[in-house]
């Protein structure tokens, strides 16, 4: 490549929890450069996801929900001879979680609920309990990953 590589920003803890995780969350989260907006969105999100499940912390119920999406295999086009094919390959860990973050904000924000807090929350409580929709596109990028294992000889 001829350009040198990016520097990784660090990132600052949030103010509530002291997390890395959650500043990251909530800059994914983040419309317009509206930070504060997108904290308050989160906050409340835990706080509703807090009283769902009042026997586990909210802050723990969001980071198990967030491991339960986060997909471990991936599926890259390749052409070979013509033809496209598609081949599984591992993911690396910042893109992992990238991709679940993605997923969780994506399909909250489809939800049918009143608030972006309450959709959030949704979201969070039925990926904890592995289910919902971005719990569903993991299993199908896993499902896609290993139909086409037969093609995994193909890797660059």
Do not use: C
């Amino acid at each position: 490549m001829r350009k040198t590589k990016a520097k990784k920003r660090i990132l600052l803890p949030d103010p509530k929890f002291n997390d890395i995780l959650v500043t990251r969350f909530v800059n994914n989260l983040m419309y317009d450069g509206k930070k504060s907006t997108s904290y308050d969105v989160f906050y409340d999100a835990i706080e509703i996801v807090q009283k769902r499940t009042p026997d586990v912390d909210g802050l723990e119920t969001f980071k198990k929900a967030l491991s339960n999406i986060t997909p471990a295999v991936e599926v890259r086009s390749r052409r070979v001879g013509g033809a496209t094919f598609q081949i599984p390959s591992e993911i690396r860990p910042e893109r992992k979680l990238s991709m679940g973050i993605k997923w969780m904000i994506l399909y909250a924000r489809k939800r049918n609920e009143k608030s972006m807090a309450q959709k959030l929350a949704g979201e969070i409580v039925a990926a904890a309990k592995e289910e919902g929709a971005a719990y569903k596109k993991k299993e199908d990028v896993h499902k896609m990953a290993e139909a086409n294992k037969a093609f995994s000889h193909f890797r660059f």
